[in-house]
């Protein structure tokens, strides 16, 4: 069986990798610090069953922050848009508090890809703050980088 795959820009960048079972495979882990893609409505049981279910997914973004285990899965903080900005990105609060959630081993495949950032340390931009990431346009989908004035949390209804 023949399967076309197409992709609009193919990019690529370093990161951190462990020799998997064979000396052929290897495995990469989201590292704290990073930033990630997750499948929005992530579902591998139907996916697994209908690849095409996946073109049209759409992405959350997360800042990854604890140390991915094999056994325990990792921390991640909910990434929001920064008005103003087409590729600025802030951790996501509720009342003052960071949101937060865990994600477990067994949920490894809602992981899409590693986003490249830079993190800003404040004042390099007017209305950049300490902590705040430029995410590269490359690895966004366009939906993500569009100017919008008024946003609506990507988070609503999460479960993981």
């Given at each position: 069986?023949?399967?076309?795959?197409s992709w609009?820009?193919?990019?690529?960048?370093?990161?951190?990798?462990?020799?998997?079972?064979?000396?052929?495979?290897?495995?990469?882990?989201p590292e704290k610090g990073e930033i990630w893609a997750l499948y929005k409505d992530w579902d591998l049981d139907d996916?697994?069953?209908?690849p095409d279910a996946v073109k049209g997914c759409r992405f959350e973004l997360v800042e990854v922050i604890s140390e991915f285990s094999k056994y325990l899965g990792a921390d991640a903080a909910c990434l929001e848009k920064v008005d103003g900005f087409k590729s600025v990105f802030k951790r996501e609060t509720m009342g003052g508090n960071l949101i937060t959630f865990h994600i477990s081993p067994s949920n490894i495949?809602?992981?899409?890809?590693?986003?490249?950032a830079y993190r800003f340390r404040g004042g390099e931009i007017d209305k950049i703050a300490d902590g705040m990431f430029e995410l590269d346009q490359m690895a966004l989908p366009d939906y993500?980088?569009?100017?919008?004035d008024s946003q609506q949390?990507?988070?609503d209804n999460r479960t993981v």
């Open positions: 069986m023949k399967q076309e795959v609009q820009i193919i990019s690529s960048y370093k990161c951190f990798w462990t020799q998997g079972i064979t000396e052929d495979q290897f495995e990469i882990y996916w697994s069953n209908d495949y809602m992981f899409s890809h590693n986003v490249p993500m980088i569009q100017d919008m949390s990507p988070n």
